[in-house]
């Protein structure tokens, strides 16, 4: 399967620079100075929910999955497509948490 590293250390590396049209990078680097990392993470589960048609339904070989999420097509990201999917995101942080520790489990 495809590791989520392989995808999310570049995008918060780069802060989506080298994935997002430059456009839609700059609107995210706006509201990240804004408000703090919680937007990277925003950014990234509102990419995934805005992938998740093709992510799914096209069932594209690893290298054909990391070439779209690496270099996210800009109809798909657009500026004020990727903000508003990014706003509907609920981070709570309980929820995080208990993830977190499942995957810990599973990683044992």
Do not use: N
Request: proline share 7%; aromatic share 12%; glycine share 2%.
């Amino acid at each position: 399967g495809c590791d989520a590293l392989m995808y999310a250390t570049p995008w918060f590396m780069t802060l989506f620079t080298l994935s997002l049209p430059w456009p839609t990078a700059l609107r995210v680097w706006d509201w990240f100075v804004y408000r703090g990392t919680k937007v990277l993470f925003r950014v990234a589960l509102a990419v995934m929910d805005l992938a998740a048609p093709y992510l799914l339904d096209a069932c594209p070989t690893i290298a054909e999955l990391l070439g779209f999420l690496l270099h996210l097509p800009p109809t798909l990201v657009a500026p004020d497509a990727l903000v508003a999917a990014a706003v509907r995101v609920s981070i709570d942080e309980r929820r995080i948490a208990k993830l977190t520790q499942a995957v810990e489990r599973q990683q044992q």
